[in-house]
C-alpha cells in the first residue's frame, strides 16, 4: 500500500465522518420536531400518535359524511330550486 493509497483512505474516512455528522444532526432536528409536536422523541409513540390521529381523521371524515347526509336529505333542495 502506498501513500496515494493511504491518503485517499484517509479522505474517504473524513467525508464519511462528516455525513455521519451531517445525518445525525438531520436525525436530532427530526427528534426534536417529534417532541415539540408530540410531546416525544420515541419513534415508537411517534407512531402510535401517529396511528391515533389517523383515526380520529378517519372517525371525523365519517362523522362528516353522516352530517352531510343528514343536511342534504333534510331538506327538499329541489324545492329551493323552483322557488328562486
Known sequence: MNIEKINEIKS???????????????????????????GTDDEKEVEEKLQEMKTELKQSNERLERLYDKLVNSYDWEQLETDI
Open 12 to 38: 474517504l474516512i473524513s467525508r464519511c465522518e462528516i455525513e455521519s455528522a451531517k445525518a445525525q444532526g438531520i436525525i436530532e432536528n427530526i427528534k426534536k420536531q417529534w417532541k415539540e409536536e408530540f
